[in-house]
Nanobody, 121 residues
Framework: QVQLVESGGGLVQAGGSLRLSCAAS????????MGWYRQAPGKQRELVAV???????NYADSVKGRFTISRDNAKNTVYLQMNSLTPEDTAVYYC???????????????WGQGTQVTVSS
């Protein structure tokens, strides 16, 4: 069983910072892309940032210059450093990983349970 466990969410004032972490554990052979998505009330889930196994990154336009995604392959962990937060960043943030499990020859997609980020004005 593969699990993704997020941490680091919370309540912060506008202009503040938070750092999210997501650790993948279980029968993992290798991890390809890891990413962060978010879903605000009444809205669809959207991509925030993604990082490949080669450390190539891609960001949503709304977070470019404010958020930074990184990963520690030795720990199977992805991070999201969020700076200059605004109330529009309020959402549940979900971690995602595309990975190979031991004994399986195809990529599988896994999601974390989500962590709430609330930015007050």
């Amino acid at each position: 069983q593969v699990q993704l466990v997020e941490s680091g969410g919370g309540l912060v004032q506008a202009g503040g910072s938070l750092r999210l972490s997501c650790a993948a554990s279980g029968s993992i052979f290798s991890i390809n892309a890891m990413g962060w998505y978010r879903q605000a009330p009444g809205k669809q889930r959207e991509l925030v940032a993604v990082i490949t196994s080669g450390n190539n990154t891609n960001y949503a336009d709304s977070v470019k210059g404010r958020f930074t995604i990184s990963r520690d392959n030795a720990k199977n962990t992805v991070y999201l450093q969020m700076n200059s937060l605004t109330p529009e960043d309020t959402a549940v943030y979900y971690c995602n990983a595309d990975l190979y499990e031991y004994g399986l020859g195809y990529l599988k997609d896994f999601w974390g349970q989500g962590t709430q980020v609330t930015v007050s004005s």
